[in-house]
Structures are given as C-alpha cells and as structure tokens.
C-alpha cells in the first residue's frame, strides 16, 4: 500500500510509530526551578552524536520534562531495563506537576554529580545532561507542531556494575527496554554482531 500522510492512511491504527521501531526510551528526570522533581518516559529519543556524546528527546507539548529542562539547563537520561517495565510505565501517568513521578513509581532518587536533577537509583545506568537548545518544531509550512525538541550533551554517566561485563555495557545483561508500535514493548536478551564492511567489499 502507499498512502500520502493528508489523505491518511485508511488502518484502524495509525503505523508511523511501529514502522520507526524498536526506538530506545528516554526516561528523563528533571528538577524544575521551584525544587519539583519529575520523571517521564519519551519513546522520541535518541543519541544524535558520540564525541561529544549528545541526545535528543522530543516532547509533544510542553511538558513538565521540556519546560523544566529549558528553565534549568539540565536533565537526565535514565536507561529503562525490563525490570523497571511497570516502573516506567506508572511514570507515563499524566499527574499534576506538584506530584512526582518517583514517588509514584515508588522509585529511589539518587544524587547526581553534575547536574541538580535526581536520577534513578534502580536504572541499569543514566546519562547527566547538559540543554544545548530546546527547539519549537515546525512543519514544511512553518507553522508550530506543538512538539518541542530538547537537545544536551552528556556531562556524566552513571553505569550500574551488573551491566558491565569483558570491559562491555553488556545490553543483554541490562536487559534494555524499548518501545515499538501502539502498546508493544521490547526487551534486549539476545544479540549478535555484524561488523561494517571495508570499501572495496571482495566476496569471502
């Protein structure tokens, strides 16, 4: 099938998400210039750059995340595991800004050393992030999408030991969460390498 996206696409659900997938989790917490602390998952998130090492999460609205990330500067990237599955997904819960996400998910705050915004004890690992820019996105006419882009660059990282193995972040040991189409879900237990081929590519 092929459909142009402003005639629609004719399924019962939408599949731009699970066409764009598996897509890592950003699991961001932030403290908000009043001392709030907030914690939310973004399935629109990734590393954008290794040196330096930069990521990007795109919040649709300005939500409590974006809007506390842009006021301070600063947030975390928490690496969601399976373990934390239902930890992560309490957080997703639309809560009002005076409550916390951690409390609800009954998860630890842990300090960070860079930057102000807690991180979570539990996670498998956590970036400490710096805010480049926080963007307004616009489509090919300019007008507002009411999506917000958030980019900082990795100032500190936090690496829990079981994760670590022959000197590797070892994901099948992480067991890595990440999010694929409409409510569908994907665990990292199995992996294998390929490596990149040299130019000129000779058979055998």
Known sequence: MFYRVEDGHGLPHDPFKAMVSPRPIGWISTRDLSGRDNLAPYSFFMAISAKPPIVAFSSVGMKDAARAAKESGEFVVNIASHDLAEA??????????????????????????????????????????????????????????????????????????RAIHDGRFDVTRARLLARLGYMDYLSTDKVFEMHRPKWPITDG
Not at 96 to 120: H, M, Y
Request: glycine residues 6%; contains cysteine; negative net charge.
């Open 88 to 161: 992560v997904n309490l957080s997703s819960a639309a809560a009002p800004s005076d409550v916390s996400e951690f409390d609800i998910a009954g998860l630890t705050r842990a300090k960070c050393e860079v930057v102000s915004a807690p991180r979570v004890a539990e996670a498998v690992a956590a970036l400490e992030c710096k805010v480049l820019e926080v963007r307004d996105v616009t489509d090919l006419d300019g007008k507002a999408t009411d999506n917000h882009l958030v980019t900082g660059q990795v100032v500190g990282v936090h690496i829990a030991e």
